[in-house]
């Protein structure tokens, strides 16, 4: 094989034009990158070549005939200076940053560390190339069939994180070689069922490429959840079923091809706030051999350690131009190539950091905002990470969508704590949050409403657990949060008695139903609208097996049935719309929203911090998509009690004591509500006499 010509700074990566193979590596410190060629297989290296050129960071070369198939691996060539932050060791062969495919299985191999894991300043001499991932340039000859971005707004989404293999791994619907895969998401059986809910986007849990823990490898489990990214332009192919002729990157479009087709939008859970190499003692696979000081926040201080905001070891440097050109090539490589149709940005707040903490007006915020293809996704932050300053819930950029961990703990407080309960924090949460969002002029549906994530109990075992059950973790019980302290009916874990799950069930129903209708954009965990459990796991991200698996025999039809019936009231009603709320009279003479004590008085004064009461309803006089005022009614204590209706004709559209949310129809001239125990109801007015 003939050597390099001098070839382009662009794109980075390996790009193939028809006649052969451009490669782009960014390196701001080496001294020399050298592209190592292999065989189909990874195992033998054929051809080994210096990258010629130099331009503005970026080594470059190009490969006259090469084609894609290619396998590929980098070696950088600089010093070896750990006080100095330069961790360069060329007898380590790394991954390519930009890989869109990857050969090999990732094995825990002493060879894979760049320095002396007895002398940790000292270099590693082994040359681990046999055992390393390399780089595959992949054929594009995908067919789309048209498919487009769907673009919904903002206003009719709801959203249901799901993991990709958990989702159908024991779904019997489901051909057995395509369970617990971008397959098996995208079957008709999945499909199907989430189109009987009616959410409207799946955001996934990571589906990058991964590395599981080494500590976790030696206790046998894995990194299920995913949030320990390598490869950030490729598809774990774990997920893949390899029983086709796709690969696992076209299996993964043929899955978001078949929820487009479904009308349901695909948003990926990313993780930009830190890789897979972990802290100074761990490997060096891509980033760290390339440019450590580039890549990595360090510490002026130390600049052998790492700062660590993510609490796994690392944290990427977006202040870095050519780090935050990665992280914007990766998402519109996601949006562009795989028609990705949004992001969760995991830990998010470490994407706004400079020098002196975060803001919103960042390099990275700017740089979204004014780009023409990722401006015009959906973008969603998980407003936390433990670096100083890191909490920045409602703190994130106008169009940006925020996980509101305000509205779970204020939902759950309300409907089970009890404790510190405040019918006036309730209010603020059901509608929107108007603290966080409304003095940037954000918009109510910036707010991601949600009780239960992957991050915690399900729903279920929110229900049933006040203590975590976490042994099977391999951390003697002390990872996750400690207790749940809900209302768990009196019983420590799941029962057959009775009453015990009469209160269960209504509890679960009751805080869906406050989910769905509750102002901003709802979002359920996969697995809460059938009751699934992980048997009071609250952090089973290592449990790669029937704990978290939804187990789709044992599943509660009733329940799928109300949140598809709750899913569709929302939609028809949009009982919260998406504009802030005044209070004021409107020009039919109503409160476009007020909300009532159970005699129908007005709530006022101290009422709204009275904790001795959890019964109130919320008048809407200007609702989203109906014509006539709605009333919902809100009960979350043990007692039942009596609700005095406004005057008029009500038309009860949902009782949540009954197991399908369809109340027997009351007589028009009924004026007090049996407004049940643990309950929500929403009813319409017949008329306008109000």
């Not at 701001?28 to 051809?47: N, P, T, V, Y």
């Not at 617990?180 to 079957?187: E, N, Q, S």
């Not at 332009?233 to 299996?251: I, K, M, Q």
């Not at 020098?355 to 390099?363: I, N, Q, T």
């Amino acid at each position: 094989m003939d050597g390099l010509e001098a070839g382009k700074p662009w794109p980075i990566g390996a790009h193939w034009d028809g006649k052969g193979v451009n490669f782009a590596v960014f390196s701001a410190h080496a001294r020399r990158i050298e592209l190592c060629l292999f065989d189909a297989s990874g195992k033998q290296e054929i051809a080994r070549f210096t990258l010629p050129t130099h331009t503005s960071d970026i080594w470059h070369g190009y490969l006259p005939q090469a084609a894609p198939g290619l396998v590929y691996g980098l070696r950088a060539y600089g010093t070896w200076r750990p006080e100095r932050g330069y961790r360069f060791n060329a007898s380590k062969l790394l991954l390519d940053p930009y890989a869109k495919e990857i050969v090999g299985t990732f094995e825990w191999r002493d060879e894979h560390f760049g320095h002396d894991r007895g002398l940790p300043l000292h270099p590693d001499t082994r040359d681990n190339a046999v055992f390393a991932l390399k780089a595959r340039l992949p054929y594009d000859e995908f067919d789309w069939e048209q498919d487009q971005l769907l673009h919904r707004p903002l206003a009719s989404s709801v959203i249901y994180e799901v993991h990709v293999k958990g989702f159908s791994m024991r779904n019997t619907l489901i051909p057995e070689a395509l369970r617990g895969t971008y397959a098996g998401l995208g079957h008709p059986a999945s499909v199907g069922h989430l189109k009987q809910l009616g959410v409207t986007a799946v955001s996934l849990l990571p589906v990058h490429f991964a590395v599981d823990e080494e500590r976790l490898t030696k206790l046998g489990l894995k990194n299920y959840w995913g949030y320990n990214t390598l490869g950030f332009f490729c598809v774990d192919s774990r997920l893949a079923s390899n029983s086709t002729e796709l690969s696992p990157r076209d299996e993964f479009r043929a899955m978001v091809k078949a929820l487009h087709k479904a009308g349901l939008e695909v948003l990926l859970d990313v993780v930009f706030n830190h890789s897979a190499e972990s802290d100074e003692a761990g490997p060096t696979l891509s980033f760290r051999g390339l440019d450590n000081a580039s890549y990595y926040r360090l510490p002026p201080e130390s600049l052998s350690h790492y700062d660590n905001y993510s609490g796994c070891g690392n944290t990427l440097d977006i202040r870095k131009p050519r780090v935050l050109q990665f992280v914007l090539d990766s998402l519109r490589y996601w949006v562009n190539d795989m028609h990705v149709d949004g992001f969760r940005f995991d830990l998010a707040p470490v994407l706004g950091r400079g020098d002196h903490g975060f803001s919103r007006d960042g390099a990275f915020f700017t740089a979204v905002a004014q780009d023409p293809v990722l401006s015009r996704v959906k973008m969603i932050a998980e407003p936390w990470d433990i670096g100083p300053g890191g909490y920045q819930s409602g703190n994130f950029p106008r169009g940006w969508l925020e996980w509101n961990d305000h509205f779970r703990d204020a939902m759950r407080s309300f409907w089970l704590h009890k404790k510190h309960a405040s019918r006036g924090n309730f209010a603020m949460r059901l509608c929107g949050s108007s603290d966080l969002y409304q003095p940037r002029n954000r918009a109510p549906a910036e707010s991601v409403n949600y009780v239960v994530s992957h991050d915690g109990f399900t729903l279920l075992d929110l229900l049933s657990y006040n203590q975590r059950h976490n042994l099977a973790n391999g951390e003697n019980n002390r990872d996750g949060h400690g207790h749940n302290l809900s209302y768990n009916c009196g019983v420590e874990g799941l029962t057959d008695d009775v009453e015990v799950n009469k209160r269960r069930t209504r509890l679960q129903r009751a805080l869906i139903a406050t989910t769905l209708l509750a102002q901003g954009t709802p979002m359920l965990c996969a697995g809460d609208e059938l009751g699934h459990t992980q048997q009071g796991n609250n952090n089973p991200y290592c449990q790669d097996n029937p704990t978290t698996w939804i187990n789709w025999d044992l599943a509660d039809n009733d329940l799928i049935a109300f949140t598809a019936h709750v899913i569709s009231l929302r939609k028809r009603l949009l009982p919260l719309s998406n504009h802030w709320y005044s209070g004021l009279v409107n020009a039919a003479g109503l409160h476009d929203l007020a909300w009532l004590n159970a005699d129908g008085s007005p709530l006022q004064g101290d009422d709204w911090q009275d904790q001795s009461s959890q019964v109130m309803g919320c008048l809407i006089g200007e609702p989203g998509l109906s014509a006539t005022p709605l009333l919902i009614l809100i009960n979350a204590e043990h007692a039942d009690h009596t609700f005095a209706l406004p005057a008029g004709n009500w038309q009860t559209l949902l009782d949540t004591t009954y197991p399908r949310g369809i109340a027997v129809q009351r007589s028009q001239d009924e004026r007090n509500y049996p407004l049940l125990a643990h309950s929500l109801v929403l009813l319409q007015a017949t008329s306008n006499n109000l």
